[in-house]
């Protein structure tokens, strides 16, 4: 079993940075792969970002490729996302899943845990 707790979400204006960080209970976090994922009001819950359970191999959906950073550090259970030249769009609540596998998972039914999210509001 596996918690996790995200946090570091708030008001930002375009243009500027946030670090969302993901805690995880339990001995076997280094095992997970793990991903953030995101949904916008009236959207459905869309892929962001993965990490393999060694942190060595990530991907990142398009639209954050180049702002955004998936990391994780398995000495402290944490996964982070480092987000950079916010826009309007990335306005969202951001979840954190851990994967029952140590390879990437893209789609949300490859998640078996989730965090309870955070909100980032990008404003123009």
């Known amino acids: 079993q596996v918690q996790l707790v995200e946090s570091g979400g708030g008001l930002v204006q375009a243009g500027g940075s946030l670090r969302l960080s993901c805690a995880a209970s339990?001995?076997?976090?280094?095992?997970?792969?793990m991903g953030w994922f995101r949904q916008a009001p009236g959207k459905e819950r869309e892929f962001v970002a993965a990490?393999?359970?060694?942190?060595?191999?990530?991907n990142h959906t398009d639209s954050v490729k180049g702002r955004f950073t998936i990391s994780r550090d398995n000495a402290k259970n944490t996964m982070y996302l480092q987000m950079n030249s916010l826009k309007p769009e990335d306005t969202a609540v951001y979840y954190c899943?851990?994967?029952?596998?140590?390879?990437?998972?893209?789609?949300?039914?490859?998640?078996?845990?989730w965090g309870q999210g955070t909100q980032v509001t990008v404003t123009s």
């Open positions: 899943a851990a994967s029952t596998r140590p390879s990437l998972g893209f789609s949300y039914d490859e998640y078996a845990y």
């Open positions: 339990g001995r076997t976090f280094s095992r997970y792969a």
């Open positions: 990490i393999t359970s060694s942190g060595v191999i990530t």
